[in-house]
């Protein structure tokens, strides 16, 4: 049996794409009109009396462009954060997609820029009152510019609504005018991914191999990079090993003229790499801001200036893996947050310079939330990650921790010309856990 959506506007242009979207990923669509609380009552006393169970819900505005009048929109996204409660409510789980029109810009249409805040807002909310109902609710938002791509739209739905996103809830992707394809594989793509021997890159790497793409696995210690590239061709994949350590600007030359020599091109950086130290900042000394910026920092610096001219020649993205605790202070996180922050600036900087320059290099950062592997269990000890657990679990809308396994789908995502027109951007896999904590 499919899973079944509800489509809310689906008359519309977004909604529209919405349905046929999934209609095409095997779910049975049901079409509706929001035209306010009795219909989305009635829709609820049909699905009921049919023995109906919704899996997706998808928003979607009445209008077609960005709104001069913002209410009428704010009350569609506002209605279904609302109903997906009831909705939802007997499974316990439930996904929803809330549709939008990026706002216009420089303020030319105010009410785009009310409309756009109060639905950020809004769907916030409504996933903190979902989380204390007991729902486990993946609520996500996908804003589109008024001549973004139909099949970069279609393909960004249907992410969205399978398990590629199934750590994905309170985040948002803008898609921008023009670019992108429904083609989420990485067949011809080369990808270097940097501290690929273990944890999330490591998962990455094997995604990127199983999605099509040649693997250029960068680490420091190249027996591990050989476990992970084995993986990756046991994955269906193939690429090769990069001795790389991201704080020496030789090796990363090194890394581009092995790669360009191997593959003739790079169509993708992921800056993985990267250290953590969380103390009391009494606790903390200068040489700890410096290790820390050094690699989440400056080491990703220093490869986005000696990659780019590489990635320019045939286009491609750069991914910055960065942190929740990049956006959201925490105890211990002085230096820590502090160089994260520091990455995601930096995405946005490079994103905004690559655009005016006119080259096809586009930037982004994605922030996962707690990611469990051996590695932190092993950090933290057997008693203390039990604990460690026990304290992020109940503050994370999705009740749980995450596995590299589900921000590797996304990176995927990211790299693929399906999201050619996302730059720019913070792009969280976190659970939701940055809503929420401390």
Known sequence: ???????????????????????????????????????????????????????????????????????????????????????????????????????????????????AESIRLLTAAALHDAQKAGLALRSNRLICAPHASVEATAEAVRFFADARSRFITGAQVVLGNGRGSANATLRGKTLLVTGATSGIGRAAAIEIGRCGGFVAVGGRKLDLADETLAMVRAAGGDGMVVPLDVTDPSAWAAAGRAIDAACGALHGLVNNAGESRNRPISELTSSDLDFLTGINCRGVRIGIDALAPLIAREGGAVLNISSVAGTRAGPGGSAYSASKAAMVGLSQGYAANFAAADQNVRVNSLLPGLIWSDSVADSLGEEGARAFRAMIEPKTPLGRVGLPEEVATVIAFLLSDAAAAVTGQTITVSGGLELAYP
């Open 1 to 115: 049996m499919s899973d079944t959506a509800l489509v809310a506007n689906a008359a519309s242009r977004l909604g529209a794409i919405a349905a046929a979207a999934l209609v095409d990923a095997g779910y049975r669509v049901i079409e509706f009109d929001d035209d306010g609380d009795a219909a989305w009552l009635a829709m609820i006393d049909r699905l009921a009396a049919e023995g109906s169970i919704i899996d997706f819900i998808v928003t979607a505005p009445a209008l077609d462009g960005a709104p001069t009048d913002p209410e009428p929109v704010i009350a569609t996204a506002w209605r279904g954060a609302k109903f997906a409660l009831p909705l939802f409510g007997a499974q316990g789980t439930g996904n929803l997609l809330t549709l939008g029109f990026s706002p216009a810009p420089h303020g030319a249409v105010p009410g785009s820029d009310a409309a």
